[in-house]
């Protein structure tokens, strides 16, 4: 036990309040202002040996533009930033997003009442946000060069009660899985919504058509038990060269979708897709631009009934809005979204649109979004050239 996190507690929660140092007793770790990240253990945590750090990329972006100056990346600043975030805290949670990421470790020990399923050794990938995660770095980040997302570290971190783990699938490197996790909730959720409509629901409050069991996935998937409908909902993705974007993608396909519509910021991205079949049509387009982005996109064919908002920048909200059909939904996934400029914007623009935030957990995401790469080879590659970035 820690009795020191929270001087009232007797027993640990579930979900991990007992961590909470600031303020204590009134907030969930992922509000909470500093975490408890000891090593010692409540009876049903989990305490996993840090590999690497996977930044979230709005968090990442815009940390890496806090600290350019006159265009040079000072990597210096930017790893003392995240180290002392992560020191001040004790989890990594970005002050200006309020995000985090994910990381991949090892077990190293397993709290006698912990119901995560995870034994001493195994290495995994964590499913829930670093933002919320109680966690101490031993190396100062010395190897990471503070140009990317992955960051390489010693440490420990926490695992809570309720908390989501994946242990590492052994057909794939560390970093392909490591990047197919950190977004497996986008093309879940996305897989789910398009069905809702192409299943002939009324949009996503129909009944959802599950993801796939484990056991299902190895024979195939949902996708292989029957034939999607000859006409699905048009699916608009912005951003969709990137990681979250092509998984998307490619689940709506899965789903049923009957056109799908991406659009990316440059002649790059768009020769990257175009490589693919991931897309019919690809749009290049500021997704920032209101009245850009909704002429583009009319003129490959949308309105969309569906628009996955994937793209890590600030200001896509309206755009988005205006890309939609009436009636149709948009599905953001950015932690660069502005939730309050989402709501006030479909107001005034009379946008009789739902509106979903991508929480990053549907039940079977992990699995799911494994099992795409695995029988993608489109989205396969393009996650094996970002490796190579």
């Given at each position: 036990m820690n009795p020191e996190a929270d001087a009232t507690a007797t027993e640990s929660s579930p979900v991990g309040i007992h961590r909470v140092l600031e303020p204590v007793g009134s907030a969930l770790p992922?509000?909470?202002?500093?975490?408890?990240?000891?090593?010692?253990?409540?009876?049903?945590?989990?305490?996993?040996?840090?590999?690497?750090?996977?930044?979230?990329?709005?968090?990442?972006?815009?940390?890496?533009?806090?600290?350019?100056?006159?265009?040079?990346?000072?990597?210096?600043?930017?790893?003392?930033?995240?180290?002392?975030?992560?020191?001040?805290?004790?989890?990594?949670?970005?002050?200006?997003?309020?995000?985090?990421?994910?990381?991949?470790?090892?077990?190293?020990?397993?709290?006698?009442?912990?119901?995560?399923?995870?034994?001493?050794?195994?290495?995994?990938?964590?499913?829930?946000?670093?933002?919320?995660?109680?966690?101490?770095?031993?190396?100062?980040?010395?190897?990471?060069?503070?140009?990317?997302?992955?960051?390489?570290?010693?440490?420990?971190?926490?695992?809570?009660?309720?908390?989501?783990?994946?242990?590492?699938?052994?057909?794939?490197?560390?970093?392909?899985?490591?990047?197919?996790?950190?977004?497996?909730?986008?093309?879940?959720?996305?897989?789910?919504v398009v069905g809702t409509?192409?299943?002939?629901?009324?949009?996503?409050?129909?009944?959802?058509?599950?993801?796939?069991?484990?056991?299902?996935?190895?024979?195939?998937?949902?996708?292989?038990?029957?034939?999607a409908p000859p006409a699905g909902p048009t699916v608009l993705v912005l951003g969709g060269a990137g990681k979250s974007g092509s998984l998307a993608l490619a689940a709506a396909a899965d789903a049923g979708a009957g056109r799908r519509i991406a659009v990316v910021p440059n002649q790059l991205e768009a020769d990257r897709l175009r490589a693919t079949e991931l897309a019919d049509e690809i749009v290049i387009a500021d997704a920032r631009s209101p009245l850009g982005l909704a002429t583009a996109v009319e003129a490959a064919g949308g309105p969309a009934d569906i628009t996955v908002v994937c793209v890590d920048v600030p200001g896509c909200e309206q755009p988005a809005l205006l890309s939609t059909a009436q009636g149709g939904t948009v599905i953001f996934f950015s932690m660069a979204t502005n939730f309050a400029a989402a709501a006030l914007g479909a107001e005034g623009l009379a946008a009789d649109v739902t509106m979903l935030v991508g929480n990053g957990y549907v039940p079977g995401h992990a699995a799911y979004a494994l099992d795409l790469v695995r029988r993608n080879a489109d989205v396969r590659a393009l996650f094996e050239a970002r490796l190579t970035l």
């Open positions: 992922q509000a909470a202002r500093r975490l408890d990240a000891r090593p010692e253990l409540w009876p049903d945590e989990v305490r996993i040996d840090v590999e690497t750090l996977n930044l979230d990329a709005a968090s990442y972006r815009q940390l890496a533009e806090a600290n350019t100056v006159n265009g040079v990346l000072d990597t210096d600043a930017l790893r003392d930033q995240v180290l002392d975030i992560i020191a001040t805290r004790g989890k990594m949670q970005n002050p200006v997003t309020g995000s985090g990421g994910m990381l991949i470790g090892t077990v190293a020990e397993v709290g006698p009442q912990s119901t995560l399923g995870l034994s001493v050794g195994d290495r995994v990938a964590t499913l829930v946000s670093l933002s919320l995660t109680p966690l101490v770095i031993t190396d100062a980040l010395a190897r990471w060069d503070g140009r990317e997302e992955r960051v390489p570290a010693d440490g420990h971190a926490i695992l809570f009660g309720r908390s989501i783990a994946a242990v590492l699938p052994g057909d794939l490197a560390p970093e392909f899985a490591l990047m197919v996790m950190d977004v497996c909730g986008a093309p879940a959720l996305v897989r789910r409509y192409a299943g002939g629901g009324a949009g996503p409050f129909g009944r959802p058509e599950p993801i796939d069991s484990p056991d299902e996935l190895a024979h195939g998937g949902a996708s292989m038990r029957a034939e």
